[in-house]
């Protein structure tokens, strides 16, 4: 097969979706790989000086075209997984581990990075390449390129065994999710569930040959059930089914054993141990710490409990408050995990006088999406225009990003969930910023959702109907892509994203999100389904009054959640004596016993399918969503004090250029606490979190 035949060697502009097959896969992996080593071969042989030019620059060539191939068959197999991708994924995915694990190992590569460190040319580089050459370094250092040989070899063994053990265990939570279905005959057992939701249940049940309603354990399917279903019964069933998927305890019996995440999850954290033990350190969680902001594992699990100390006194109020109105109002004296998003929906409406329902009829998927675009293109200067490339699915669209006529970034926007499609939102990228030959390459992203894709009723398509949250979520997916597009940094290792503190780069995604609740943005983006009447302005003040409702709950548990992450890497080992016959549920349930208010029930096995940390590269870092919140609500809180001074417009705009010159177009050149300190004038403080959580002293 020639580089003509196969789309997945064609780097000559947009990935080619529509012709890429599975056959393709491993040909390309394959030439590239072999490319890439002979590359590496002719790096390691000694040179007379070392320079930016003659080592680094053909080795990010070389690297770049491997990282964009595979990023390719990653992102198909994470959006259109189907058996033959996912067998061919699998079959090169070890190869690929092996070559990155190589590389981070090459004593030669190594040496010359130091050689290049220790050059007269290095104080001549930008701070852009002198970051990136001092990352490399420390990265060869964390890939084990100082150990010795047998160690070498164990540290390559287990990196190769963790990807394999990742990506099945993502695999077990999407074969899971896409194989329950629940098929409900009696239109009675749907009383409370909204009429969007009903159709789109039947039109399911209609695709799959059925008469009656169906529902899977894709999120828009079956949250409403959850929230709105005024069959109790019904909520817990699908409540269990969601708890304990991919575990022991799943609902499909014949195939427990298939799809338990278990053994998985002790398997990875084993390897996890191991590594951090040849590397030298005492757990994974300092591993896991050594490029983020945070110093040490003490530091965050002291900011966790401190947080979780701050927020307790309110969720305790948020639960006595939820479970006296279930008792009065509901006749529920018994609150149970099922009843909790029910009841709480429930009590925001006695509360607050709205729904999340009635609030949804008012955003619209294409108002939301043009609200989006005018705030972007109001605050950072740019222009966003539909665009054309191929596509995965026929939902896909395509945009691109102007500045002054000139081609910025572009974007892929996938919004709404399916079959074969990994559940949750995320943004990746699909090629990155740099310049190199005098060329400039723009960078290209993925934003992925999975909101409720639209309804045909009486044979016409109507529009999909956004929750709020899914509108917060959009906006925090964008604000990824932004720090990845927006940036202006030209060498690869430090564009956008990349080179970002873990920790740090939830900032701009978060920071995003604050914007959904100002009336001013709002306005540009609602319109009633029905009536195209903008959102009222009554409406939005209960939505403002109830911004915070049982914020207490939220915020324990997050904490909680990092606070799990954090005790199983940092003094947790399933392979140590000192840990013999301590199970993941033992330190799952030690932390609840401390920090919980609400604590699922013994079945509850959320972290079967928590691929945040054993899928999705936040182990012993889930924290960063709350330390990063730190930094979005400090940011934010400039936006409000410039709405405040004279001339309001103006200084947001100010404001928001100054956002966008230093901590989006940065990226990672620089360590993200002097980008912040640069945008803010100081280090960050927690007031503003506190306060926007309505949980200020």
């Known amino acids: 097969m020639t580089t003509t035949d196969n789309p997945l060697l064609d780097f000559t ?391 002054d006529g000139a081609l910025v970034g572009q974007f892929y926007l996938d919004l709404y969930a399916r079959a074969g499609k990994n559940s949750g939102a995320w943004m990746d990228d699909a090629r990155s910023r740099r310049v190199e030959g005098g060329q400039l390459q723009t960078p290209v992203a993925y934003l992925t959702c999975n909101f409720t894709e639209p309804a045909v009723i009486d044979g016409k398509v109507q529009p999909s109907l956004f929750t709020h949250d899914e509108v917060i979520t959009l906006f925090h997916e964008f604000g990824h892509g932004l720090h990845h597009m927006l940036t202006t940094v030209e060498e690869l290792g430090v564009s956008g994203i990349a080179g970002v503190e873990w920790d740090a780069v939830e900032l701009p995604s978060q920071f995003m999100e604050n914007f959904c609740w100002e009336w001013d943005v709002l306005s540009h983006m609602t319109a009633h389904v029905q009536t195209g009447e903008p959102l009222p302005r009554a409406l939005y003040d209960k939505m403002l009054a109830a911004k915070n409702f049982q914020s207490g709950l939220q915020t324990l548990r997050q904490v909680e959640f990092a606070l799990l992450d954090m005790h199983l890497h940092y003094d947790y080992d399933p392979g140590s004596e000192q840990n013999a016959g301590k199970s993941v549920q033992d330190v799952i349930d030690d932390v609840r016993r401390k920090f919980a208010v609400i604590v699922p029930p013994s079945f509850n096995r959320f972290q079967n399918s928590f691929g945040h940390i054993f899928a999705g590269g936040y182990a012993a870092g889930y924290y960063s969503y709350k330390w990063a919140e730190v930094l979005s609500a400090d940011a934010y809180a400039a936006f409000e004090e410039a709405a405040e001074l004279e001339l309001p417009d103006q200084k947001v705009v100010e404001t928001g250029r100054k956002f966008l010159q230093e901590i989006l177009s940065v990226g990672g050149s620089r360590p993200a606490l002097e980008s912040f300190t640069a945008f803010r004038g100081r280090e960050p403080q927690i007031d503003a979190l506190l306060r926007h959580s309505g949980m200020a002293a």
């Open 13 to 403: 502009g947009l990935p080619r979706f529509d012709a890429i097959r599975p056959e393709h896969v491993t040909p390309a992996i394959d030439e590239l790989l072999a490319k890439n080593r002979a590359v590496v071969a002719q790096l390691e042989a000694p040179v007379d000086q070392v320079t930016w030019r003659n080592f680094v620059t053909p080795l990010e060539n070389a690297t770049e075209l491997l990282g964009r191939a595979w990023g390719i068959v990653s992102h198909l197999n994470n959006v259109a997984d189907t058996p033959e991708l996912r067998a061919v994924y699998n079959e090169n995915l070890p190869k690929v581990t092996e070559f990155w694990t190589e590389l981070a190992q090459n004593e030669a590569l190594f040496a010359k990075y130091k050689a290049l460190r220790a050059s007269s040319e290095f104080a001549t580089l930008s701070p852009a390449k002198q970051r990136i050459a001092e990352n490399a370094i420390r990265d060869f250092r964390m890939g084990g390129a100082e150990l010795p040989p047998a160690q070498k070899e164990r540290f390559a063994a287990i990196q190769e065994e963790h990807a394999a053990v990742s990506t099945r265990f993502s695999e077990n939570v999407l074969d899971a999710t896409n194989d329950w279905k629940l098929l409900v005959e009696s239109e009675a057992e749907l009383a409370g569930l909204p009429d969007d939701v009903q159709a789109a249940a039947k039109a399911a049940a209609e695709r799959d040959g059925k008469q009656g309603w169906l529902f899977t354990l894709h999120f828009p399917s079956y949250y409403p059930i959850l929230q709105f279903a005024d069959n109790r019964a019904l909520r817990e069933k699908v409540y269990r089914a969601n708890a304990t998927k991919a575990s022991e305890l799943g609902d499909v019996f014949s195939e427990r054993d298939k799809w338990d995440n278990g053994a998985n999850i002790v398997t990875l954290l084993k390897l996890r141990a191991e590594e951090a033990q040849l590397l030298g350190y005492k757990n994974f969680a300092e591993v896991s710490l050594v490029p983020k902001m945070a110093q040490s594992p003490e530091q965050v699990i002291g900011f966790l409990e401190d947080l979780a100390k701050r927020a307790r006194p309110y969720a305790e109020k948020d639960l006595e408050e939820l479970k006296s109105f279930a008792a009065e109002h509901l006749g529920l004296t018994d609150l149970q995990a099922w009843d909790l998003p029910y009841a709480s929906e429930k009590l925001q409406q006695h509360r607050y006088a709205f729904s999340a329902q009635e609030v949804k009829q008012y955003f619209p998927e294409h108002k939301v999406v043009d609200g989006l675009f005018k705030l972007v293109q109001d605050l950072f200067g740019v222009r966003i225009v539909a665009d054309e490339a191929p596509v995965w699915h026929k939902d896909v669209r395509f945009f691109r990003i102007e500045r």
